[in-house]
């Protein structure tokens, strides 16, 4: 069969809702994409929990503690998930993390800004990973089985995390005017970063129209982004708070808020590099890696040694 009629077939099957498994054939560039998305998923997972663990030794009780512990130990778990639907691609792991410690590879720009106080790790919860969600729940629709597959799980997770940052800026938020201000402070950082976490605008974004021909994506990332904004607008009432952007305003006619300009300069320094916490993060995540080596090699040692007595009964 020709290429031509290969790639017919292959959109045919994303048109009819059928999931392409690893094994079938799909298009070069589509198993590219997908090993670039699902790479940098995962990567944002695993560098996503260091601004978190930041915060497991100062957290101010034993149950927030335990908490932070479980959240943080979900995202290594996510990264699991989405490093292994990766290798469903026929790339390999080391492949991928080298990608991610010699820069080619990105991951999300929010974790590249720091977390200053207790009310950072609600503000986390309620904003980054809410933003999170939003973009997850759109992919477990995605085209590509194992990413799909990941993705139902790590949306139950992800749903958890949000509601314990919600629920942990209540109660800040119902606390002493110091802990109202920790609250409204950690809010008013985090909101704009959390808006940039959906990426470029539609018609900057140079690899949406492909992704949604190809069902990767389902929702541009305007779309996203807004859903997210009319969500937190109703869910800042509750919290007696406010967002950080005086230009946010009900628009009867488009049926969703009107929100203020993004800074696009600073997510455009911050995905090149120069966020407040780049170097730190990169630097961070080689160190596990190096120190991690003893680990990987007595895990390689246990499995040849268990091979070759299952060889020998
Ligand atoms: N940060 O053409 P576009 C989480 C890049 S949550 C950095 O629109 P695409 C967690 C983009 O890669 C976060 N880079 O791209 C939560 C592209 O450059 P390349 C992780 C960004 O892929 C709590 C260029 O800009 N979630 O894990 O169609 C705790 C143009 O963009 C960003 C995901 O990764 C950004 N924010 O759409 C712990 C979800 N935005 O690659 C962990 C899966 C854009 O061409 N990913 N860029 O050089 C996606 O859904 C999509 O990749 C995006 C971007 C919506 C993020």
């Not at 992800?158 to 800040?172: A, D, I, K, P, T």
């Amino acid at each position: 069969m020709s290429v031509h009629n290969l790639e017919q077939l292959f959109q045919d099957k994303i048109d009819a809702e059928i999931k392409i498994e690893p094994l079938d054939w799909m298009p070069e560039a589509y198993r590219k994409t997908n090993i670039r998305q699902i790479s940098q998923h995962a990567h944002s997972e695993i560098v996503g929990m260091l601004p978190e663990g930041n915060w497991i030794s100062r957290a101010p009780s034993l149950k927030r503690k335990a908490i932070l512990l479980a959240k943080v130990q979900d995202e290594a778990g996510h990264g699991l998930y989405l490093y292994s639907a990766c290798e469903t691609l026929g790339i390999s792991r080391e492949e991928t993390i080298n990608d991610l410690h010699s820069g080619r590879a990105k991951y999300s720009s929010i974790f590249n800004y720091p977390t200053l106080s207790w009310a950072d790790m609600g503000a986390v919860g309620w904003l980054v990973d809410g933003a999170a969600i939003m973009n997850q729940v759109m992919l477990t629709r995605t085209s590509y089985g194992p990413y799909a597959r990941a993705l139902v799980r790590i949306c139950k997770e992800e749903s958890f995390h949000q509601r314990q940052g919600f629920e942990s800026l209540l109660v800040l938020s119902r606390g002493s005017a110091e802990q109202r201000a920790m609250c409204q402070d950690a809010i008013n950082r985090w909101w704009w970063p959390a808006l940039m976490m959906f990426g470029p605008r539609d018609s900057e974004s140079t690899n949406s129209d492909q992704s949604m021909k190809w069902k990767i994506k389902r929702k541009t990332n305007d779309e996203l982004r807004q859903q997210f904004i009319d969500m937190c607008v109703d869910q800042v009432k509750l919290l007696g708070m406010t967002l950080p952007d005086p230009d946010l305003k009900w628009n009867a006619d488009r049926n969703h808020y009107d929100f203020g300009a993004i800074n696009w300069d600073e997510f455009w320094q911050v995905v090149k590099g120069n966020g407040p916490c780049n170097r730190e993060r990169l630097q961070a995540r080689k160190q596990a890696w190096e120190d991690g080596v003893w680990v990987r090699e007595a895990a390689a040692a246990h499995a040849t040694k268990k091979r070759e007595r299952a060889n020998a009964a």
